[in-house]
């Protein structure tokens, strides 16, 4: 009977997900579902790339946490479109929270819609909000068994970011454990090495995105 009520909710989030899906491709918005674990450098990353993108793309957040609104303000700084949604203990985003903060965005006015989710590498996994395409970050500091543990959440994404590259001299993260692993579980994923404090592979991350702009620029 749990089961049944499970599914019943996630086929409701699906649909409704499915029409936020539509409405963000009618309007030509590139929307992403940034997933991780708390502090694996989701803000950061963001806030990166719309320094990055400048007038290349105009770029909306929307900012998931289960309290405070702390993200929203710093990427609102940036002068890009911020909202949060406060989940109130709820341990992931779902299609309706996006719904409704979508409408609190000029959404006219946007290229890519990044949507930081809640961190966590457990409920977000199984909840489409109406993304095109879904990143995972994963941490050099997490170290290298999280897809391992956690394998929902590396199985069913585009992109893995590989975050904090400029830890790696310092940690025992098994760069090749950990590619074994996620290729594994997900041949084709796209796999990035980055840093926002040594730089690399944001070339390769900005390009990603720009290449799946759906407005040309
Ligand atoms: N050394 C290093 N620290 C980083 C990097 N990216 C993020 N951080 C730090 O990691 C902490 C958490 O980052 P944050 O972006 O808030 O993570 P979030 O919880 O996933 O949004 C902050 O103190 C960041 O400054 C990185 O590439 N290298
Ligand atoms: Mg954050």
Known sequence: MKVKVLKNITDMNDQLAARNKDMFAGKGILVINVMSSPGAGKTSLLLKTIELLGDDARVGVIEGDIASSVDAEKIA?????????????GCHLDANMVASAADGLELDKLDIIFIENVGNLVCPAGFQLGEAKRVVL????????????YPFMFRDTDVIVITKMDYLPLSDFNMESFRKTVLGLNPDVKIIELSVRNGQGLDEWTAWLKSNLLKGK
Do not use: H, L, R
């Open 77 to 89: 700084a940036t002068g890009s479109q911020a909202i949060q949604i406060n989940t109130d203990g």
């Open 138 to 149: 994963a941490s050099v500091p997490e170290g290298d068994d999280k897809p391992t543990k």
